[in-house]
């Protein structure tokens, strides 16, 4: 059951209490409430100006929220130590005139890291950025600098991993290495938020989902679950003729290239739109599906969600972590 | 250790370690010292081309007095007594008669050969210089009273500065002579007495014994506060205008991000302000070692007494502690480096008034003015620490007045430059206007 408080509930490795942030007019963040199980990956997704930024920012003390609370694994957290937390921002920044083993070891320090030497060495050795370790910042490569700020984040070796957009501008390669140091953090019981743009990421390592609109939860719950809510209502199709419109029971058409994305109405029968389609081209693969997390973030924030207001809240049934 | 220090260990190894540093090492001396490295320069190499002057005299009977008392100058002064190097110009004159039909007309063509380099310069005797009658309700004295120069020279003119004595000491002759004192005793009824200007006298407490009054030069009274002052200023100003653009720097390359989410922006601020301090100690004491040596080799070293040297110090942590937080707030406030040098002038504009009420405060430390303006928090440092090098000496009180207030002003600035940081830090793309960074240090 891992650790429990005083109440004998689950201590979490994060739990925010409506959390509101305001900056003059604007509601950064409005009444969000979440809980990050210890050893998770929690994945934040949204549009840009949605309020991942600002919830990362309070969650590392940069910002205060105006209205909430927040805990870090059970403690108000103002009171963590710094050294619990690692925060990548989203605006990569590092003193371009050190060196890099002594930048990295000023930031160890600050973070409350003693003789964090070791420790940095075997980081660069395995980002392959050992020979840099007496070179000046500003000589570094966009992606070895990124690669050295992770590092400023992960030593010494934080309970909770703070990521924003952590893979925005890496090569494939740096990619699937900073991927792996990622989960080998998780596996040795670190808890992981990251926030990002990309759905796959969010998919395939996330253990949890939450998205924010305009300041507010809109998901929260594993993949599954979320994709629950929906149910079985989107249509994957290949056919001869790319023409799936006007078809019975089909509200929305979504050209992928080789294969079309259908999504029906409710209560439409599968069968029905597969009797059209044949009446109309030869069919080559079809499938029914729950609908991808791209396109339920479609649905929520496209154009068309756009106009309308703010979608409620849905919490995810099944798979819950609450 | 303590996130405060961690940081100002970094600014500060990054700064000394910087070719800013190492340049404001030298220019610092070389700006605060200009005036004096010009002055040396002039006597090192002076102009000594000859210099002729043209006298109209409209008494008819002192052209003559005045030349010979220059001749007498010229002949005293001319020479390096020990060397035999020339010093000075050699002042020629030319008397020319006056012409009263057309005055204007006589000093045109005179002021023509000024301006063809003719003549140096020409002076014009009034016809009642002898006896000039007393000045009119507004205090002007008619021209026919007066001797006017005429020169195209600079405002400083050293010929003008030259001949005050030889003219005064010329119609003091005619005037004798009209008196009937025999020419033979001019030259001891018009000696000149040195005042020399003395110590005080005190009474050494250990043996009772009255200490002897000793010489003071006119250096003295000036040279130590007007050098301490000025380099508090030199490093206090250089320190901060960098502080400025580095933490500007910095923002825009968005460093502070993650720092803030190690360190709160009072540790960071302070780190800076910290780093800042001993960055101006450290340069401070290779000047002060270098004034102590250079006193020290001239047998001076009283002129520096050590109360003063630990004042200095204690006013330079204070100021370098407020202009510092206001540079990392300000530097805060700024979207680039350029925002932060057109903002740099409102940083040094509290930091010159001071500086422009210096010789006011120097010719009377103990007026109202200075001691009411020395009191004042952010003129604090500089103007205080100038009464306290004056040869007059301020009540003992003030200093310790003086400390209370700038420490509780010193707190008030961090406290608000704290806030503003932690506001402006993270905003990009916008430098914020003055009002604005009074809001959020009060609003937060």
């Known amino acids: 059951m891992g650790n429990w408080d005083c109440y004998h509930r689950p201590m979490h490795a994060v739990e925010t209490r409506a959390l509101t942030k305001t900056f003059g007019d604007l509601t950064a963040v409005d009444d969000l409430s979440l809980t990050v199980p210890q050893g998770s990956v929690y994945g934040f997704i949204g549009p840009n100006g949605s309020g991942k930024t600002t919830t990362m920012r309070m969650l590392v003390n940069i910002f205060y929220p105006d209205r909430g609370s927040i805990a870090v694994f059970g403690e108000d957290s103002r009171a963590v130590p710094s050294g619990t937390i690692g925060y990548l921002p989203e605006e990569r920044g590092l003193y371009r005139r050190m060196n890099v083993k002594p930048l990295l070891e000023f930031h160890a320090e600050l973070r409350g890291g003693r003789n964090a030497g070791p420790e940095i060495d075997r980081w660069l050795e395995r980002f392959g950025l050992a020979q840099f370790a007496n070179k000046r910042v500003d000589t570094l490569s966009k992606g070895m600098s990124q690669k050295v700020q992770f590092i400023a984040a992960v030593v010494p070796e934080p309970k909770l991993l703070i990521l924003d957009e952590p893979f925005t501008g890496l090569d494939p390669v740096s990619t699937d290495v900073l991927r792996e140091s990622i989960l080998e953090l998780r596996r040795r019981g670190a808890s992981i938020i990251l926030s990002t743009h990309d759905m796959g990421v969010a998919e395939s390592m996330c253990d949890y989902i939450l998205m924010i609109y305009r300041g507010r939860k809109v998901l929260d719950g594993t993949l599954d679950a979320i994709q629950e809510q929906y149910g079985n209502d989107t249509l994957r199709v290949a056919a001869a003729n790319d023409d799936c419109a006007g078809l019975p029971g089909v509200e929305k058409v979504r050209d992928l290239g080789q294969i079309r994305e259908l999504r029906m109405t409710r209560g439409c029968d599968p069968q029905d739109v597969l009797r059209a389609l044949i009446a109309r081209t030869r069919v080559t693969s079809f499938s029914v599906a729950k609908p991808s997390l791209h396109d339920i973030f479609v649905r929520i924030a496209g154009p068309e969600a756009a106009e309308s207001s703010p979608p409620k809240a849905i919490a995810a049934q099944g798979g819950s972590h609450e | ?444």
């Open chain 2, 1 to 444: 250790m303590n996130k405060t220090l961690i940081v100002a260990k970094r600014d500060y190894l990054a700064a000394i370690r910087s070719k800013p540093f190492l340049v404001g090492l030298i220019v610092v001396p070389l700006m605060g010292g200009s005036g004096f490295i010009g002055i040396g320069l002039m006597k090192a190499k002076p102009d000594i081309r000859e210099r002729r002057v043209a006298i109209v005299d409209r008494t008819g009977v002192t052209a003559e007095s005045i030349i010979s008392s220059a001749q007498e100058k010229n002949a005293k002064d001319l020479f390096d007594k020990k060397t035999g190097r020339q010093l000075t110009p050699r002042y020629v004159f030319e008397t020319i008669a006056p012409d009263d039909s057309a005055p204007d007309t006589q000093r045109l063509t005179l002021s023509d050969r000024v301006r063809g380099h003719q003549l140096f310069a020409f002076i014009e005797v009034g016809h009642d210089a002898l006896h000039p009658p007393a000045p009119d309700d507004s205090g002007a004295i008619p021209q026919s009273g007066r001797v006017d120069y005429y020169s195209n020279a600079g405002g400083v003119d050293e010929t003008r500065e030259w001949l005050d004595g030889p003219i005064n000491d010329g119609l003091r002759r005619a005037r004798l002579t009209k008196l009937g004192v025999d020419p033979a005793r001019f030259t001891d009824a018009l000696a000149v007495v040195r005042v020399q200007s003395m110590s005080l006298l005190s009474r050494d407490e250990q043996t009772g014994a009255i200490q002897t009054a000793r010489k003071k030069s006119e250096l003295e009274g000036f040279i130590v506060p007007f050098a301490l002052v000025m380099l508090l200023f030199m490093i206090v100003l250089t320190s901060s205008t960098s502080m400025l653009s580095a933490v500007a720097e910095d923002k825009m390359q968005r460093v502070y991000e993650m720092l803030l989410a190690s360190a709160s922006p009072f540790d960071l601020i302070m780190g800076k302000v910290v780093a800042a301090v001993a960055l101006s100690l450290t340069s401070s004491v290779l000047y002060i070692a270098a004034g102590l040596f250079v006193l020290s080799s001239l047998a001076l070293t009283g002129m520096m007494p050590p109360s003063l040297i630990a004042w200095f110090v204690i006013y330079l942590v204070a100021d370098m502690m407020v202009l510092a937080a206001l540079s990392a707030a300000m530097g805060s406030a700024c979207a680039s480096p350029n925002d932060a040098q057109h903002l740099a002038i409102v940083l040094i504009m509290p930091a010159l008034i001071p500086i422009f009420v210096m010789m006011p405060v120097m010719q009377d430390p103990n007026s109202t003015f200075s001691t009411v303006m020395s009191l004042i928090p952010p003129f604090t440092p500089i103007l205080m620490l100038l009464r306290q090098a004056s040869p007059t000496g301020i009540p003992a009180w003030q200093p310790f007045a003086g400390l209370f207030g700038i420490i509780l002003w010193t707190l008030a600035v961090t406290w608000a430059a704290a806030r503003i940081f932690r506001i402006a830090i993270l905003i990009q793309g916008k430098t914020a206007s003055i009002p604005q960074l009074f809001r959020w240090a009060v609003r937060g």
